[in-house]
């Protein structure tokens, strides 16, 4: 067994008093959304945008380059920002300022690789989806740096900053988007968008006052890749299953099935972008938690994961009341088949939402294998369900399959959940770290 390291921990010895604790838990709650929500409506307008400038092949392009971009940012959060949330989440600010400096260069090597690779395959490809491919390669670092900011102001606390940071990003957006419509090429959109982050990926290194050390990357793998490599795997496990659904249910339905069930889920897609905001802030707030008061983890974990359950429930049962009329105002033809998913997605998120409070309880106290086991078995229920219930009976039978392997999955982050802090409770003074 180690000891606990000493980098990283809060020097705190007295807890602040309890309402102007909670007040400053619901203000990073609060800009934890405020900045989803930035992030989510920048990403529909340049996808609505690009879409009406180029036509549904050439915008089937660019979603190449957004989809390959989303991989990557996975690989990168994994090895970067994923531990940085874990164990530099309200520490002393020399710590975190050297715990950013490294996890950014790190950010920033992944975007290197990540963008000779694309820069390479581009340069092979030719046309258009090879300019696409290289203008991505030679932007990639921007944009998973920017992105790298954002984790780094929430493991700080100061969500305010990310906001802020994400608000820029939209800001040089737009005389972006404009001159590349003028011009009417996919490599013109993907520089736009790529050339706006790395801005808001400059102004980032101003916030913050650090400047990335890409030379620390290697010293931050080592140190902590008990961490890393798994939470590695477990994001990319995440993004993939969603793919292999995607590309299974084409080609056992069709490609009308795709777009039902992309359509139910956009329906949910307000109450998604919540989720996603409030992931950007349970992980810090579960390691503060853990910190100052470890006894309270579970219930923080439990009301966490079934606030979001709850959220999602009502959710969809007021979808249910949308009027027909108003429903195929939103998404036209596709509300008919859309519209008959909408109980089993919303199930899905449900127990989705319920096994987020688990994950971050696990990542919170460092169980990094727990956490990669729960992860893998889910996203293999994930495929499993969604293309078994397709088989068996149609575009119905993939979302119930899905709602069907999401509360499971969600059975399975818990019972690890619970197992993790009984050993965490047997051994407080160690960090649950794995070979």
């Not at 990540?114 to 989806?129: E, F, H, P, Q, T």
């Not at 993004?239 to 659904?245: E, H, I, N, Y």
């Not at 956009?266 to 910190?291: H, K, N, Q």
């Not at 096994?355 to 499993?384: D, E, I, M, N, P």
Request: with cysteine; glycine share 16%; aromatic share 8%.
């Amino acid at each position: 067994m180690t000891p606990m390291r000493t980098e990283g921990e809060n020097p705190r010895t007295t807890a602040p008093p309890a309402g102007s604790a909670k007040r400053a838990l619901v203000g990073r709650l609060s800009w934890g959304l405020a900045d989803q929500a930035a992030s989510s409506i920048s990403n529909f307008a340049v996808g609505i945008y690009v879409a009406r400038s180029l036509g549904v092949t050439a915008f089937g392009v660019f979603s190449l380059a957004w989809v390959t971009y989303g991989v990557v940012l996975n690989v990168s959060r994994g090895l970067a920002t994923d531990p940085l949330v874990v164990r530099f989440s309200g520490v002393s600010d020399a710590s975190w300022r050297g715990a950013v400096a490294r996890s950014s260069g790190t950010a920033l090597g992944v975007g290197a690789a990540g963008g000779a690779a694309c820069l390479m395959v581009g340069l092979a490809l030719g046309g258009r989806v090879g300019s696409a491919f290289a203008c991505l390669g030679v932007l990639l670092p921007g944009l998973l740096l920017q992105d790298a900011w954002r984790f780094a102001f929430f493991a700080a606390g100061t969500g305010r900053k990310a906001f802020v940071n994400d608000l820029v990003w939209g800001v040089a957006l737009v005389p972006g988007m404009v001159v590349a419509a003028r011009v009417g090429s996919v490599a013109a959109f993907v520089l736009a968008w790529g050339a706006s982050a790395a801005v808001a990926a400059a102004y980032g290194c101003f916030q913050s006052g650090i400047r990335p050390r890409l030379t620390g990357a290697r010293e931050w793998l080592r140190e902590h890749r008990d961490l890393g490599h798994r939470y590695l795997v477990e994001n990319v496990s995440l993004s993939g299953a969603s793919q292999l659904r995607a590309y299974g249910l084409g080609a056992i339905i069709g490609v009308g099935a795709v777009g039902a069930v992309r359509g139910a889920e956009l329906l949910l897609g307000p109450f998604l972008a919540v989720l996603m905001g409030l992931s950007l802030v349970t992980v810090p707030e579960a390691a503060r938690v853990l910190r100052r008061a470890p006894h309270r983890l579970g219930t923080f974990c439990l009301l966490l994961g079934g606030g979001q359950a709850v959220g999602a429930l009502l959710w969809g049962g007021a979808l249910l009341l949308v009027p027909d009329r108003l429903g195929e105002f939103v998404l036209g033809g596709v509300w008919h088949s859309s519209s008959q998913l909408i109980v089993p997605v919303a199930l899905g998120v449900a127990g989705a939402g319920l096994g987020t409070g688990a994950a971050a309880g696990l990542r919170a106290l460092g169980a990094a294998r727990r956490s990669l086991r729960s992860q893998l078995f889910a996203s293999a229920c994930y495929v499993g369900g969604g293309l078994g219930g397709a088989a068996v009976a149609g575009t119905v039978g993939s979302a119930w399959g899905v709602a069907t392997a999401t509360v499971s999955g969600s059975a399975v982050w818990w019972l690890h959940l619970r197992s993790a802090l009984h050993e965490h409770h047997q051994d407080p003074i160690r960090e649950v770290r794995t070979p």
